[in-house]
């Protein structure tokens, strides 16, 4: 079964700095997509970054990098110049890429890190 | 274009009611998911529909909950007998084929049992 885990329930950043998210997964499979997802106070889920298993590059969207190390396990997103308005819940999740079968796709989150970025 | 809507945005309900949530998926997508989102139990995956697919349903807690996908289109997620544990945020996402990665979530519904 897969398990994503996020260790940081709170994170504070400054504006304008750098904050790393941490992510580790656990899975049997050698073909897997990892996701970032945002979810304001709002309540949406803003879809953020995507690194597929084989990709040899890591991520990058804007200002979200997605530092992938595949030996580890760990897919941590990267926000380079925090603003007031990243202040929301990140999720990382995980999805299986094997062709067929009726799991295909489904994600699996882990528990999520609340950031708040300070003036 | 038009996103992933879902209704109704919040329901209130007497435990043992049934209820049913709706989602509209963009058009053209061809998978459809539901996952709920609970305090203590992050987000969970209930099940999903792909294209003309038996549904994958492995996540559905117990058999009070049901969904149908109509036309490979709107899809209805029915809990019936309501419990106090079924309160929480359903939340619709839709896929535009097998092949592309990206889900794009409805706003959700927030369903609270008294």
């Known amino acids: 079964a897969q398990k994503i885990t996020q260790t940081q329930p709170g994170m504070f950043v400054q504006e304008k700095e750098a904050v790393t998210l941490d992510c580790t997964y656990d899975?049997?499979?050698?073909?897997?997509?990892l996701f970032w997802y945002k979810q304001p106070s709002s309540g949406e889920m803003i879809f953020l970054i995507y690194?597929?298993?084989?990709?040899?590059q890591n991520a990058t969207e804007g200002r979200y990098s997605l530092n992938f190390q595949k030996a580890r396990k760990s897919a941590n997103l990267v926000i380079s110049a925090s603003q007031l308005g990243d202040s929301a819940m990140y999720f990382c999740?995980?999805?299986?890429?094997?062709?067929?079968?009726?799991?295909?796709?489904?994600?699996?989150f882990g528990q999520g890190t609340i950031l708040t970025v300070h003036p | 274009g038009a996103g992933v809507s879902q209704s109704p945005s919040n329901k209130v309900t007497e435990k043992g009611k049934d209820v049913e949530l709706r989602c509209d998926p963009i058009?053209?997508?061809?998978?459809l998911y539901w996952y709920r989102q609970s305090l203590g139990q992050g987000l969970e995956f209930l099940i999903y529909?792909?294209?003309?697919?038996?549904?994958?349903k492995s996540g559905l807690p117990s058999d009070r909950f049901s969904a149908e996908r109509t036309g490979g289109s709107v899809s209805t997620l029915t809990i019936q007998r309501t419990q106090q544990e079924d309160s929480a945020v359903y939340l619709c996402?839709?896929?535009?084929?097998?092949?592309?990665?990206?889900?794009?979530f409805g706003p959700g519904t927030r369903l609270t049992v008294t």
């Open positions: 996402a839709s896929r535009e084929r097998a092949s592309s990665y990206e889900q794009y």
């Open positions: 899975t049997s499979d050698q073909s897997y997509g």
């Open positions: 690194q597929g298993s084989y990709d040899e």
């Open positions: 999740a995980m999805r299986d890429r094997r062709a067929g079968g009726t799991s295909y796709g489904k994600l699996t």
């Open positions: 058009s053209g997508h061809t998978a």
């Open positions: 529909f792909q294209g003309n697919s038996a549904p994958d």
